[in-house]
């Protein structure tokens, strides 16, 4: 086990700080029990579509700090892998590629793009840090658009450190990507939303677990969207636990935000950062 970390009499720990603000966006007992399905999760397909254009556009700065400290050769480790947006431009100088994530649908997605690059690649289906006994090290690990969903921050922070030779690359949005319908809890809950955690919060917490922290922030980065509107709408919908009879609505209170590009169609509050978070692995020691 690993000893406890000191803390400073009257300073808050951010590391829970972290958790009581993402466990603040528990949907109330009694709206979960209305809803006609899962709140939760992503369509598959608009995963192999970030996976997709994170081929052909313009290297990130995840991307570039992943690629300067993967060696020739070198092996990567993708947590929460969804399509393989986070490591599959990585694959020319990759020699092999493991996914991990809890749906085997995405994973199916992974495979198929992989195969496509020609990267030698694997997969394990799980729940990380529950899986990472089941996993290979790795040279560098990404992990990108995960971390607001880990409360528990401390085991999965060290299973991606302890997994990883050279480098750990985490990706987020600026802000916890849930406080954009905030509005829409409002409107048709009447209950209001965390507008937390952010990335710097996550920064304070990595750092307040005793890691030296790179971090690199990028304005106005491109955003995939779905192939239709009313995708969208049903996402969002599925989101905020409403039967589908309540989609002209939610179009209704989306349409303002509509926004079309080569990339889909989605609903855009303003210009959403990127953040970059890096520090070094530990698997050498």
Request: proline share 8%; charged share 25%.
């Amino acid at each position: 086990m690993q000893p406890p970390r000191p803390r400073t009499p009257g300073v808050a720990d951010p590391v829970a700080a972290w958790q009581a603000q993402l466990e603040a966006w528990a949907i109330p007992d009694e709206i979960l029990a209305r809803a006609p399905e899962s709140p939760w999760g992503f369509p598959v397909g608009l995963f192999r579509a970030r996976a997709e254009h994170a081929g052909a556009r313009a290297p990130t700065p995840s991307d570039r700090e992943a690629a300067r400290w993967l060696p020739a050769g070198g092996t990567v480790l993708d947590v929460g892998a969804g399509g393989g947006a986070a490591s599959l431009p990585l694959a020319r100088a990759a020699s092999r590629i493991v996914a991990v994530d809890e749906s085997a649908e995405m994973l199916e997605s992974f495979q198929a793009a992989a195969a496509a690059t020609g990267v030698p690649a694997a997969t394990v289906e799980g729940r990380w840090p529950d899986v990472a006994d089941r996993v290979a090290l790795a040279d560098v690990v990404v992990c990108h658009h995960v971390l607001y969903n880990v409360a528990d921050l401390e085991p999965f922070v060290a299973a991606l450190t302890g997994h990883a030779r050279c480098r750990v690359v985490a990706e987020l949005t600026e802000r916890h990507p849930l406080a954009e319908i905030g509005p829409l809890w409002r409107r048709f809950h009447g209950l209001d939303r965390p507008d937390g955690p952010t990335a710097d919060d996550a920064e304070a917490a990595l750092r307040a677990l005793g890691l030296e922290v790179t971090r690199e922030d990028r304005a106005g980065a491109p955003r995939t969207g779905f192939e239709r509107w009313e995708d969208l709408v049903a996402f969002t919908r599925r989101r905020l636990c409403l039967p589908a009879e309540r989609d002209p609505e939610i179009a209704e209170a989306l349409a303002p935000f509509r926004t079309e590009t080569e990339l889909g169609v989605r609903a855009d509050r303003g210009s959403r950062a990127l953040v970059t978070l890096s520090w070094a692995g530990s698997a050498h020691a």
